[in-house]
């Protein structure tokens, strides 16, 4: 409950510096606040809209471009109400949004299907499980190394993501800023792929031995 309260209070202090127009004081408390891992959704992308309302003060598009994007990262379908917004945000929102369309996964929906002379068990969700049990240890061995590598690598992936990320929110240059964002988008992407294909693997696997 203390933590809670501490982060409704620095939030409020973060307002409060936007609101009297004191834009570096608002840019460097909103990224200390973004460094602490329980803040909420919502939270998050209030700050990071504040982040980019300031460095547009400051005449930063580049960089305000960066925090819309990071807020599109965190809900996609986020939009800005162009009567309360001024025109030159909706311009470098609408930039931002062109440059951060997050590819949508569709999910993949398994009908159910009777098959006579195959008996899958729940285990046979593990791509090779099914062959090895069933003679065919190479292409099980194989299928198993596979979705054991891309489990393993989407650990990586998210690990190098979380730290990429950290070192954004700690940049204080410019050029700093960018490099380490560009950095950041490139994890968050690699770690979007990782973790599709090693959702999707298991699943295609067994849409094969459905057949």
Known sequence: MIFVFLILVDLSEVKKHFEEGDFLTTIELAKKILKEEKLKKSEKIDLHLILAYSYIALSKENLAMLEFGEALILNPELELDPAITPPKVIKVFKKAKEEFKIPVIEKIKIETVFVRKKVLKPIHIIPGVY?????????????????????????????????????????????EIERFYKKYKLWYNVRNISFTLAFCFPIINLIFLLK
């Open 131 to 175: 062959d090895i049990q069933n003679g065919k240890r190479k292409k099980g061995f194989i299928l198993l190394g596979t979705q054991l590598f891309l489990i393993g690598f989407s650990y990586f992936s998210q690990k190098e993501y979380e730290e990429a990320h950290l070192k954004y929110l700690s940049a204080k240059e410019e050029s």
